[in-house]
């Protein structure tokens, strides 16, 4: 992140209108450009900001190059009580999987849980935003999708993998849900960005170079290393099973970047989607009561160093959520001209 | 692993009417006694030997002093098309595990996919057992077990979740089903007892001692590390979750540990158990293909240390299978003094 002078703190929902502008402004349909303002909004709120609001114009060129679809015909089968596949049209990922956790909902109301496999999908942001969804309305939540690759094989010179991450959300009384959203590798890519930027070594084992070699120096990796060697790389494996083999989709290195590809190349990601039904298993209230239980119970052990927390995954989440919701924002300057420039194109109101 | 003066090496077959004998010599029900040796075999066979046979001992006590129920009630309820919950009346998790896999299948046959919450179970030694019944039926499988507290919480100064393990296993074409089944420390317990041992250090950031403080000395190590810190932390909390709030047993701290805890004392464990129903979203054929050339090219992907192999999760257990399947079961002089005391004490056949 940039020094505070260049970083300005913008209204939520002076943002949000912004961003759904842009998007209408490149004719993305209503629908789409809604539930895809929420998803980057989401993410910005919660301080993803690698996710969020920031990959507005990468958005944008995508679309109007090609890759991504602004108006889907999407056509989802329910394959049985519990499954369905949805076939998003290679629209935007974020509306693909509001929509497709929704048909999970549906059926896991009626069977218990719904299972849906999403074919024909491009980058949907945080995985977090759709497993959130099912958690708000009360169901067991979960969001798998693939991406290209970055995270080293065990002993390979080079990644075959992505940075596949594995969502999962849970309601919570009296809280926001519970909701864990993390990929396998020992550091993101946002972060060795950073890293870069501020002219500071990586971690030990987090990223190695070109030839496979583990390095500190955040300027030569090109790799990012799994968590427990053969174990996040496993992790990574099995998520790249369900969302490309079990959706008809490609996996590991024939995914295509989502950078380095032309950008009318269309990306044809699979996602996979799970809501499960709490009150088939236990009383809704009691669930959502042990939750909350159990997420105190973590935070109050005994800390090793007292001058630092012990905090759930999501908490650092809910804690920028709330401090952006009253504050605002943080956008840093680069990003503040790029928007400018797009509302200058587009003639649409700027964020300032 | 002692030398190799101190291990013998014994026929599947003598070793299998061996567990059996000796479960039913504690007046195990015979279809209990007949999965709990294929779950005990099948840990052995595959190399998994800290959950194999070495356990018998330990779980014919647990029958003696009242822990595990040899003669159990079960009680399935299907709650809905997909989901039920399945009673295991304080019995075997091994025997547990495969009857609620065999449910889930049951309901992923009608409804595309199952899942089973098991409650009141026990101690069900490998998950990929579960996971392994189910591939090898052409599903799908996931097999999550919840454990007692052994991973170090980041920045406490003690474990509150157990090394609570994700299995899946997915059917592949010409080959054995692809199984992940992994703990999310850094090295599994096993490990640590081997390192004291051999006497060698454990290697830096997988374990801490009494305090929560890393220690490369395996001696005073009483916690594991989680596999990238929070990362893994959350993934042995989602389980947990599910095993232990989705079944309505206990969680964290409140799990009775397996060893330090009185053999008459149930300890009411939960797992879970979910079937997917492949063909409900593609081909099977096709799938098993894709999962076979998968599994392959990562095999062949470019290695960094020619010298050595990249493998993909199971492989090493399909070795040890092919291995021990062909040339028996190897077993320490220690566990042979003690199975022989077990056919004496009982007069069964001894396993020489």
Redesign the interface.
């Known amino acids: 992140m940039a020094e505070s002078d260049d970083i300005k703190v913008f209204n939520v929902s002076d943002v949000k209108d912004f961003v759904f502008a842009a998007l209408n402004a490149v004719h993305v349909r209503e629908d789409v450009a809604k539930l895809v303002t929420e998803g980057l909004l989401s993410a910005s709120i919660r301080g993803a900001d690698s996710h969020g609001i920031r990959l507005l114009p990468h958005y944008m060129a995508a679309v109007e190059s090609g890759r991504i679809n602004p108006d889907p015909q999407y056509k989802f089968e329910r394959?049985?009580?519990?499954?369905g596949?949805f076939d998003a049209d290679n629209t935007f990922g974020h509306a693909v999987g509001i929509e497709a956790i929704r048909k999970s909902m549906v059926m896991a109301r009626?069977?218990?849980?719904g299972?849906v496999?999403v074919c024909n999908s491009s980058h949907c942001g945080t995985s977090a935003f759709f497993a959130l969804e099912a958690a708000k309305n009360d169901f067991?939540g979960l969001a798998f999708t693939h991406a290209n690759a970055l995270l080293n094989?065990?002993?390979?010179?080079?990644p075959?993998f992505g940075l596949n991450p594995?969502a999962?959300a849970?309601p919570c009384e009296d809280e926001e849900p519970?909701c864990?959203d993390?990929a396998?590798s020992?550091i993101t890519w946002n972060k060795l960005l950073q890293l870069c930027q501020e002219g500071l070594d990586a971690p030990p084992y987090s990223g190695a170079d070109k030839?496979?070699?583990p390095t500190n120096d955040p300027n030569v990796i090109t790799q990012l290393l799994p968590?427990?060697g053969?174990?996040?790389?496993?992790?990574a494996?099995?998520v790249?099973?369900?969302c490309g083999?079990?959706?008809?989709m490609s996996?590991?290195?024939d995914i295509p970047d989502m950078y380095n590809t032309p950008l009318s190349q269309k990306r044809h990601l699979g996602q996979f989607y799970v809501a499960?039904?709490?009150d088939?298993?236990?009383p809704l209230k009691i669930?959502k009561e042990?939750?909350k239980k159990?997420l105190d119970?973590?935070r109050n052990?005994?800390?090793?160093?007292v001058d630092?927390?012990?905090?759930?995954?999501g908490d650092p989440e809910k804690r920028a959520a709330r401090r952006r919701l009253k504050d605002g924002i943080p956008i840093n300057k680069d990003n503040i001209n790029v928007f400018k420039a797009i509302a200058g194109k587009y003639n649409i109101k700027s964020i300032e």
Chains 1, 2 share one sequence.
């Not at 052990?301 to 160093?305: A, D, H, I, Q, T």
């Not at 630092?308 to 995954?313: A, G, L, N, S």
């Open positions: 394959t049985a009580s519990a499954t596949v009626e069977a218990g849980a299972l496999a067991i094989t065990p002993n390979s010179t080079r075959f594995i999962m849970v519970f864990y993390s396998p020992v030839t496979g070699t968590i427990g053969y174990k996040g790389f496993g992790l494996m099995m790249d099973i369900i083999l079990l959706t008809g996996v590991g290195r499960i039904k709490i088939t298993f236990q669930f042990r939750v159990l119970d973590v052990e005994p800390k090793r160093n630092d927390e012990i905090v759930v995954p």
